[in-house]
């Protein structure tokens, strides 16, 4: 996946070009199949954190674009991605989001028998199939990495680390000691009638808090500010405002509430801040806890929203207090925040929708419609091309070099 270098703020609207991606783009079921192999598949996505497989033998599966992984901690410790598909037929071997398996995997379609590190341990009814050595049919291994306790995993590609990637960020994520963190909320995850980039789009940037989001208006608003860093990460951050101050009742006591967090930055002590990484993943850190979430698609018209909250074990009742006003203003915000995605995508299907015009506040908009261009450059045609040659179009414009960077 190709990432865009370091950019100051005003760099990527130093021209007169204002638009997003065509309306085509969110529509086409061929853009869609592109998308899924070019970006997600060869991305480090999210699938979760080393708390929630504290045991030899915890698992956890994550399913995305047709791809099912199986993240399990073995008998030694060791966590490690496989292909949640057994070599017999394909079945899954694992079928619950989360469990524990022992010290063994069986497949329920057959009975195909793995150890937690990935190797085959029997088949049912050995003697029928043909003499094979166990270490060629072991679960197919996934890429993965474990940054500050979270699990990435890649299906395809490589490229750079996850650390090298997040370097930009490293000095000012550690203080957090997101890898000491435990669950704090459960897992969500939420379908939605919409293209998985009017998500991103939406969450991207912070040009509508201040009429869509009175809470996070009382809270950060005034203070808002985005940038995009090398390695193609856009951060945002804001401060919170007065406690004193605060028209809605969550926020007020919030910001009341929150106590100190002495092992933070005095920077970050009453500060949001949120890292767009990858595709379409996010990570919000807040002083009390931390979240990730993700946007991917279904269908070219229906994605999913899923995400996980993490904080350091704190009994102070006030800490506690904190937290749920936090979440709940973060479920208002989610509320509102898909209304606006069912709008925006309704609103390209109609015969009156020209293109984005956007604001110098609309950065995080602009570099990830960029980054989308950069590594499928087809999405840059304002017309799309004849039904069924999207992809052919799309590698011969990959093979030119007058259509990479084209912005």
Known sequence: MIMRNALARNDLFDD???????????????????????MFRRSWLVAGHVSEIPDPGDFITHDIVDERALIVRGQDGAVRAFHNLCRHRGSRVVAEPTGNCGN???????????????????????????AAEKSELGLKPVDMEIWHGLIFIRFKGD????????????????????????????????EVDVNWKAMVDVDAEGYHVPIAHPSLMDLYGRTYRDEILENGIARSYGTFADSREGKIWSVRNYKRLLPDVEHLPESHRRAWVYFSIFTGTAL?????????????????????SWGASFALPDDRREMKAARYLNQRINEITTQEDTQLIKWSCEGMRSSGYDDFLLSDLELGVKHFHETLRDNIPVMSLPEPPPS???????AAMCGNPAYLGNR
């Open 388 to 394: 069924g040659t999207v992809a052919q179009v799309n």
């Open 16 to 38: 007169e070009f204002r638009g997003g991606l065509p309306a085509w783009t969110y529509t086409s079921d061929e853009i869609t199949e592109l998308e899924m192999e070019h």
């Open 104 to 130: 063994r995997i069986v497949c329920p379609f057959h009975g195909w028998c793995y150890n937690a590190d990935g190797s085959l341990r029997g088949r049912a009814a050995e003697k029928t199939f043909p």
């Open 284 to 304: 919000q850190l807040f002083p009390d806890m931390v979240d990730f979430y993700q946007f991917y698609p279904l269908t070219t018209n229906r994605s999913v």
């Open 159 to 190: 490229g750079p680390s996850v650390a090298e990637t997040m370097a930009p960020v490293e000095a000012e994520i550690a203080p957090y000691r997101i890898e000491d963190m435990k669950p704090l909320f459960p897992r969500y995850k939420v």
